[in-house]
């Protein structure tokens, strides 16, 4: 019991730490007493908190270039500077709500398993592609490969669903055919509907998922992403200091994510409903 007090106070006290370094920087103006920023999406530093988006690595396995994101050292290990993350993740969800407010795609990547469940969540809210299992090369560089893949899962489902391959094929093989419809969507089920270039990718593990990163740099692509302190923040265009593996802070930081991408969505919805009301008023006048 006074073993668990001790922790408890260590984690009131750090947070006080943290709110007091806020509350001291530029974010001071705008943070409210309940720990509320007001940015384009409400960011929330005690909800941060509370996901443990600020627990880093041990202090061996850390890489330089994260200096400026850590806010200090813990039992060996790195604590993460709030303060940046809110910063970096105001700039983040900025650009994904402008990305998707201009009617474009955002990859969401994450094939870690902690990552996986908040992923797929986050694809289906938003209608966005995702990959949840592993990254096959070429996903982003080799589209006629790929592209080729996926209309061949989407006609096999199409002939499937009408009754095509029952009426051809015995027994046995329209089952290896629902063999193959069920193993291929797990390799390509998430980007089904992907554009050949999304206008962004969000990946929660920069280095689980390096070949997703690469793949996003060598097409010019952005990439918004979760950097812990043992990844390098420079290769990643918006970089989010935070605990990549923890699954509440994945979850924590995918939520924002989500908010940002809907809020892009629903302008780039009334942007469209207001370019076709324009035309159809103009037709009108015209007749």
């Not at 007493?33 to 960011?43: D, K, P």
């Not at 969401?108 to 908040?118: C, L, S, W, Y």
């Not at 089904?192 to 999304?198: G, I, L, Y």
């Not at 930081?253 to 969505?265: L, Q």
Request: charged residues 25%.
């Amino acid at each position: 019991m006074i073993g668990s007090l001790i922790k408890a106070t260590e984690r009131c006290i750090l947070f006080l730490s943290l709110s007091l370094d806020i509350l001291e920087g530029p974010l001071g103006s705008e943070l409210r007493i309940e720990g509320v920023i007001h940015m384009s999406v409400n960011i929330d530093v005690k909800e941060l908190f509370e996901a443990g988006v600020h627990f880093g690595h041990k202090t061996s396995r850390w890489h330089p270039k994260m200096a400026p994101y850590i806010h200090s050292k813990r039992d060996g290990s790195h604590i993460i500077d709030l303060t940046q993350t809110a910063v970096m993740l105001e700039g983040a969800l900025d650009f994904l709500t402008k990305i998707t407010g201009e009617g474009k795609q955002v990859l969401i990547v994450g094939t870690k398993r902690q990552a996986q469940k908040a992923v797929k969540e986050a694809a289906a809210e938003t209608g966005m592609p995702y990959v949840t299992e592993r990254w096959l090369g070429g996903m982003l560089t080799n589209r006629n490969t790929i592209g080729g893949r996926v209309k061949h899962l989407k006609r096999l489902e199409e002939d499937m669903a009408n009754g095509k391959l029952a009426s051809r094929y015995s027994k046995l093989e329209v089952q290896r055919y629902q063999e193959e419809i069920e193993q291929m969507n797990i390799n390509y089920g998430g980007i089904k509907n992907m554009v050949a270039r999304p206008g962004a990718v969000f990946v929660t593990d920069v280095l689980h998922d390096v070949n997703a990163v690469r793949e996003a740099k060598k097409l010019n692509i952005s990439v918004v992403a979760i950097v812990d302190t043992n990844a390098d923040p420079s290769q990643i265009d918006y970089p989010i200091p935070a605990n990549d593996d923890a699954i509440k802070s994945i979850q924590k930081i995918t939520d924002y994510v989500v908010s940002a991408i809907s809020g892009g969505a629903q302008k780039a919805a009334k942007s469209a409903a207001k370019e076709t009301a324009d035309k159809d008023e103009k037709i009108s006048e015209v007749k």
